[in-house]
């Protein structure tokens, strides 16, 4: 485990808090390959933590479909296969056509002024070289949508899906050729909640989870050919 990174402690959050993120930012960022080990005793000796936190994070990043546990083998980072794409988005696709259905119904004009000020946050971080950022404001965009619903049930679920959705929003966030597409996204989908018009919405917001599955179904192939050919040469 060769990955050079550290525990960024925070006196405001726990200590397991700190090593979930932490290892999480690793995986997300690449520091932690797919398929690599996660050996408790390395990583505690790596962050300067006991045992306990390690195991608690790496229990969050399994529900996160981040991280895999193998028999007789422990835990290793999960890798991006097409089949674990497609089940995420597929459920995400259809909870949040719903979502964005009843958002047209239900979203006050504070949610609506909420909802441009998340656009303008996300456009601002377009230029950040930080991807885990434009990730997290894009979230925070998404999460306006959700809570407008005022449908408790419907936002845990979408919630509980975020966390696993995570890791294919980054991937698709890595390519600065949609960026202008997504911001663009945005700004359709706000102007077709303010006039209400849920079928046209309800249109914006699959076509943009189409498009994600897209790159990121591209990514995956396109890195399977480059593993591939390092294996044939």
Known sequence: MEADFGAQMNEYLPLRDVVFNTLRQAILRGELKPGERLMEIQL????????????????KLEL????????????????????????VLEVRRALEVLAVQLGC?????????????AAEEFDACLASEDVTKLAEADVHFH???????DNRRLIQ????????????????????????????????????????????AAEVIGRHIDKQAEAVLETIRANKNQEKQNKEE
């Not at 006991?50 to 195991?55: A, D, G, K, L, Q």
């Not at 991280?67 to 991006?80: D, K, S, T, Y």
């Not at 909640?193 to 079928?199: M, N, P």
């Open 157 to 200: 679920l979408l919630n509980n899906l975020s966390e696993q959705m995570y890791r294919f929003r980054v991937e698709y966030l890595k390519h600065r050729g949609f960026h202008e597409q997504i911001s663009m996204e945005h700004k359709e989908l706000i102007g077709f909640l303010r006039a209400r018009e849920t079928q046209k």
């Open 64 to 87: 996160e479909g981040l991280v895999l546990m193998i028999p007789r083998r422990g835990a290793e980072v999960a890798e991006i296969t097409e089949k674990n794409m497609r089940d």
């Open 143 to 149: 999460d306006i949508v959700y809570q407008s619903t």
């Open 44 to 59: 505690a000796n790596k962050l300067g933590v006991s045992r306990t936190p390690i195991r608690e994070a790496i229990r």
């Open 105 to 117: 119904q239900r979203m006050t004009e504070e949610a609506l002024s909420d909802l441009e000020r």
